[in-house]
């Protein structure tokens, strides 16, 4: 019995040339790619105020990025709008990050930073 042990995944990595894990790795990149949403006017518009909003109270703020085919979520406090370089200025507990504005898809405030 002790002869006859199972290895795994490691069993079928010798049995794969390298064009098949790249196309496998493709397939997967492929599968988990997400398009990007579009947005209308008017919610392009309600983002836009919710940003100000954020900006003016510094409050903290929850932001959704589409970059690449990617989802990412970011949170913390808005520094600063820089409208020469688009981008938001977003302050968080490890630092203070970047992000461009043609990459955001949703903008939410907190609970409790909106007033009510």
Do not use: C
Request: avoid cysteine; charge should be negative.
């Amino acid at each position: 019995m002790e002869r006859n042990r199972d290895r795994g995944k490691l069993k079928w990595t010798s049995l794969m040339l390298p064009e098949h894990l790249e196309r496998l790795r493709d397939w997967q990149w492929e599968d988990e790619y997400i398009e990007r949403p579009e947005l209308t006017d008017w919610e392009l518009q309600t983002m836009q105020e919710t940003l100000e909003i954020a900006w003016r109270r510094r409050g903290e703020t929850w932001i959704k990025t589409w970059h690449d085919g990617e989802v990412r979520f970011h949170q913390g406090e808005i520094e600063a709008l820089d409208l020469q370089t688009m981008t938001i200025v977003l302050r968080d507990p490890f630092g203070t990050e970047r992000i461009h504005v043609a990459d955001v898809v949703d903008v939410q405030l907190s609970k409790g930073a909106d007033g009510f």
